[in-house]
């Protein structure tokens, strides 16, 4: 008895822990507004390196006007767009 309440306490808390990482994985960003810190934690496949450069094209080039847009970013191609395109936002 002891075991089986043991056994569904760890599976409970194992299915807790994967959906919060599912729904931190999933949040959307705003590419015109947010920091490289956000965009590294939000993008899949973008670091800060790569955030860091969105950053810049932003500053240097003004607002994005659709997730594409961030193909002109070096180092951001279409696979990484594809990858992240239900997380971005251009508001």
Do not use: K, Y
């Not at 760890?10 to 947010?34: E, K, P």
């Not at 899949?44 to 193909?71: C, K, W, Y």
Request: aromatic share 2%.
């Amino acid at each position: 008895m002891r075991v089986s309440v043991l056994r569904n306490s760890i599976l409970s808390a194992a299915l807790l822990a994967l959906s919060s990482v599912t729904c931190f994985a999933g949040q959307q960003v705003n590419i015109n507004t947010a920091s490289a810190q956000a965009l590294a934690e939000a993008l899949t496949g973008v670091g800060e390196t790569r955030a860091q450069a969105i950053v810049e094209h932003r500053e240097a080039n003004g607002r994005f006007a659709s997730p594409d847009d961030l193909m002109e970013v070096s180092g951001i191609g279409s696979t990484t767009v594809e990858a992240n395109r239900d997380r971005i936002l251009v508001d």
